[in-house]
């Protein structure tokens, strides 16, 4: 069976940080949106915390509680007006308290489940008991749509910092010799994390391969690769693992076969297609978490909405080089920016041009048509680019998906890295929302998942 994941924004993940500290057991229903992949995953998308309120505990001490109907009653109204799923949670209290679900859960679980179907119009029913183990939330829970019931298998918290969290009884996997000094660096935990994730890599040329290169050897099994265009000669001296027998292939296929051929075990999903039209965007909602390799402006319009809507974090990556006259190079520029709910989109940092993006759509017969009126930019042409330069970018990216999952760097950790490697000189900074605009947490935007049109933007 495909897997389900619950995934959780930065306010309500540390407020279940929270609740999981108290003595007394607590409950709340948490609303969520579903997502489900074309692969029959489901990503539960959590929207809204709604906690029972104190006059509704019946009984409530260290090791039970019993609510009345208002305790839930209103939350399920509420899912049905948001089109969420219902999910009911409880919190086991004490530092490494089992979360496993005891008989009593269980059977509050089955008269629950019809209940709160039938009352949020929801196809689904979701149980979670919550605890933590030091620092770490712990937690066990199901899904229920009347028929068959699967477990929630992951439990996923994207902010500044990323965490992937297992039920109980679900420990590190034994690994081998090969991931040897990764676990010695940052724990078997880590080195888990990075195999579980699904990582979509949108471009796959000098900066997405290097990207996809590094990741397979430091563990990444799940791939889902983006892009439309063929190699050409001049791409073998960036893209890794090509040569000039495969000029004329997508270049997704190339660094797939590459990728497999580094881990046999590794699957990696080939999308030979544009990420701007919408079926294609559609599926990037799979992911755990994305590269954005891609040098079109109109494909960072769909990325940068991503976080918001998805709760995917986004990793950008950006490589200028720039000539004089003479073809001499005087600057080499790098640019990575992670993106993740609470933080600022690639539009309201300005990373995006946003007349180039609306060119960029345009068909060539159009965009001609509009250059020559003067009502469109001109596009550029073939730009520059070397190895050590794309591959630098691309260290940089990774790095940040690592310092995420280990939590390494500063607090509040930087959204954004510059490389002027023409200077030898590294900045970062940190970009918080616009006010009032769709990555802002006051939008309510955030989680919102599957809507029409897609990403509420225009195809």
């Not at 051929?261 to 297609?273: F, G, L, M, S």
Request: glycine content about 8%; proline content about 5%.
């Amino acid at each position: 069976m495909s897997r389900t994941s619950l995934v959780l924004p930065p306010l309500i993940a540390e407020r279940l940080q929270t609740l999981a500290r108290l003595d007394l057991e607590s409950g709340a229903v948490l609303l969520a949106r579903p997502v489900v992949g074309g692969d029959g995953a489901i990503r539960l998308l959590a929207r809204e915390l709604i906690e029972v309120p104190d006059a509704a505990y019946q009984r409530r001490s260290s090791m039970s509680l019993s609510i009345t109907s208002n305790g839930y009653v209103p939350a399920l109204a509420r899912a049905e007006a948001t089109g969420a799923v219902p999910i009911w949670l409880h919190t086991h209290p004490g530092d490494g308290s089992s979360t496993k679900m005891s008989r009593h859960d269980r059977r509050v679980n089955d008269q629950l489940t019809d209940l709160f179907r039938l009352r949020a119009n929801s196809e689904f029913y979701g149980a979670v008991v919550i605890s933590h183990a030091g620092p770490a939330l712990t937690f066990s829970g199901l899904l229920d749509d009347g028929a068959t019931t699967r477990p929630i298998d992951r439990l996923v918290v994207v902010s500044d910092r990323i965490s992937v969290s297992w039920p109980d009884g679900h420990g590190h996997d034994r690994e081998s010799e090969l991931f040897d000094r990764n676990i010695r660096a940052f724990g078997g935990g880590v080195q888990k994390a990075i195999g579980d994730l699904r990582i979509a890599i949108v471009g796959t040329g000098g900066t997405g391969s290097a990207v996809a290169e590094q990741l397979v050897r430091l563990g990444a099994r799940r791939f889902d690769l983006y892009d439309p265009d063929t190699l050409s000669l001049s791409n073998v001296t960036r893209v890794y693992g090509s040569d000039p027998s495969q000029v004329g292939q997508n270049k997704a296929d190339v660094v797939a076969d590459h990728l497999q051929t580094i881990a046999p075990d590794a699957v990696a999903n080939r999308v030979p297609e544009l990420i701007t039209s919408e079926h294609v965007a559609r599926q990037l909602a799979d992911a755990d978490v994305v590269f954005g390799c891609t040098d079109d402006n109109a494909g960072r319009l769909v990325l940068s909405r991503l976080p918001t809507y998805f709760l995917v974090p986004v990793i950008d990556c950006g490589v200028v080089l720039t000539s004089d006259s003479t073809n001499r190079l005087v600057g080499i520029d790098g640019r990575v920016t992670t993106l993740h709910p609470g933080s600022a989109c690639l539009v309201c940092r300005g990373r995006i041009d946003l007349r180039r993006a609306a060119a960029e759509r345009m068909s060539a017969e159009e965009h001609a048509r509009l250059v020559g009126e003067g009502y469109a930019p001109a596009l550029d042409g073939v730009e520059p680019a070397v190895v050590a330069y794309t591959t630098a970018v691309a260290a940089a990216a990774v790095a940040e998906l690592l310092e995420r999952l280990i939590g390494y760097g500063p607090d509040p950790v930087p959204n954004e890295v510059i490389l002027r490697l023409h200077e030898r000189e590294i900045s970062t900074n940190r970009a918080v929302p616009k006010a009032g605009h769709y990555c802002d947490d006051m939008a309510g935007k955030l989680g919102l998942g599957i809507t029409e049109p897609l990403l509420e933007t225009t195809w």
